[in-house]
């Protein structure tokens, strides 16, 4: 029980994984993403057979799995990463010169320059044969594999290898790998945000340890989960989830980062309702109190003031002994502080609501001189929000910002941009929250 909980609470630091873990399965490069969570009893499904994922655990992220015939059946076995970086490289390498001179223009594909058939497959397995022996059969039954070029032969041995050698790789679930992965799979469950918007998000709010972010997470719980593993649960930072009613918005990716009990800790859910009643009443009464008080207050900077507010909310956290999960209710202690002092931090992604005049009521609740960051799939709702704050006077170095992404396919004489990309990525208002002079 006690090697139980020393797992738990170091888990965020952990390379290796363990069994309850969340992981994402990356499938021939690329071609499935599964997210899985790992025990004796959990399967994964290949082609047509379901394969235990119990090899899996106690191996460190980043480990390369087979799909290997024993006596037992066919198991996932891990392979080593020698053997892997060899492949690739003979794969890789450089035409020769009898190489550049072959063409494929006098290959008919009439199905007959295969003499290895489904049966002989099968007996092969019977047998024991590895798929990478299967591989290794079909190119040397193929009549014109030695006329192809070597293009042509690597793809023809890719596409093999994916139906009767097929490779899972164990990737740790963070921020980017999730992101990309719920991109490619399921893009409206997160509002179409793209990794590279989402950092952006991060850096326009200035999101880092000891920070008091605010976000309206409306993608799953994407931005929160991303927000915390930026402050780490090492400081006094904590994030605050603010959903609009009585309901909470779900957050269920974040149990896919395998949160430590510091970080979970550091997650807090509050109704906007209970953040602004009385927050204008709050901040008058704390200007009031900074003016009649010693000058010395001033003189240390927001920085500091900063820093004491994250130690009070620490102080209260630890004297408070039911947040035991991601996602709790944040403590009306907490939420008194947060009204007092205001948010260091303020990110909004909430493609399905009224963006001005979800802004309009969060803006209050941040301190002076803080940061925002807004997304949203369409630039329509920003820019009548950009205009609407120029005409308020609430915030200065308002900017829109369209990411934009290109990937390389590097190779080997084969260096160019992907065919096919997504040339969009959304937009980003951002700008740094100010006193109005109606609020003095």
Known sequence: MAEANTKSGSVENSRVTWEGCSVLLDINDGDRLVFARLSAAATLKIGNKNYSLQPLIDCPFGSVFRVETGSGGSCL???SPSSEGN???ESNGFQSKDESSKDNRALVDDNKA???TGEDIDAMRREGATGDDIVEALIANSSTFENKTLFSQEKYRIKKQKKYAPKVLLRRPVARSICEAYFKKYPSRIGFL???????LLSFANVSANSEALVVDMVGGLVTGAVAERLGGTGSGHVCSAYLGKTPCSIEIVRIFNFGSDICKSILRSSLDDLTITSSSTQNGSLD???EGDSSTMKGGLLDHHDQTSDDISHVMRSCKSVKKAGQKAPEEVIKLWKENGFSSLIVAAPDSDTWSLVKDLLPLLSNSAPFAIYHQFLQPLATCMHNLQLEKMAIGLQISEPWLREYQVLPSRTHPFMQ?????????SGTKICSSSSM
């Open 77 to 79: 076995t891990r392979s």
């Open 87 to 89: 492949n690739a490289q």
């Open 114 to 116: 295969q003499s290895l």
């Open 194 to 200: 793209r990794v590279d918007t989402l950092s952006l």
């Open 289 to 291: 109190q900074i003016d």
């Open 421 to 429: 990309m997504c040339a969009f990525g959304g937009y980003i208002l």
